[in-house]
C-alpha cells in the first residue's frame, strides 16, 4: 500500500546543490492526488498544467500522477534513478502535492528511509 500525500518536490529543479536532485524518493514512495482544475487547460494549472495522459481519475473531484498508486511506485513524470539523479519532466506544471512537499517535511524521511537513504537532516556535509 502507498502512502498519500497531498502535499514540493523541489524548486529543487532549479538548485544544484538542493538534495532532491539527487533523491527523487518522493516521486517513488506516495500516491499524488491533487483536483482536476490543475490539469493542461484547467483555471489553478501552473504554466502548461499537468498532461492528462500523465494522470488516472480517482473520483469527480480528484486525479492521481499515473504510476504512483502501482507497486511499486513511481511517478510517470519522474526522469531518472531514485537515488542517483533525478528531475520531473513537467516540473513547471507538477501539482500541488508536489509543490508543497520540501526535504524538511516527516514524509521525505519516510521516502528516503523506504529507498534505503539516510534522512535529508542526517545526510553527510557536502565537500
Given at each position: 500500500m502507498t502512502e498519500k500525500i497531498t502535499g514540493d518536490f523541489a524548486a529543487a529543479n532549479t538548485e544544484p546543490e538542493n538534495p532532491c536532485r539527487s533523491c527523487g524518493a518522493c516521486c517513488a514512495a506516495f500516491c499524488v492526488d491533487f483536483h482536476p482544475v490543475e490539469l493542461a487547460g484547467g483555471v489553478y494549472a501552473w504554466a502548461s498544467g499537468v498532461p492528462v495522459n500523465m494522470t488516472v481519475p480517482v473520483?469527480?473531484?480528484?486525479?492521481?500522477?499515473?504510476?504512483?498508486?502501482?507497486?511499486?511506485?513511481r511517478c510517470v513524470a519522474l526522469a531518472g534513478e531514485v537515488g542517483q539523479s533525478v528531475s520531473c519532466r513537467i516540473y513547471a506544471s507538477r501539482p500541488s502535492p508536489c509543490r508543497e512537499f520540501y526535504p524538511a517535511h516527516a514524509a521525505c524521511d519516510r521516502a528516503r528511509w523506504r529507498h534505503g537513504m539516510l534522512p535529508c537532516n542526517r545526510m553527510p556535509a557536502s565537500p
Open positions: 473520483t469527480a473531484a480528484m486525479v492521481r500522477m499515473r504510476g504512483t498508486d502501482d507497486f511499486p511506485p
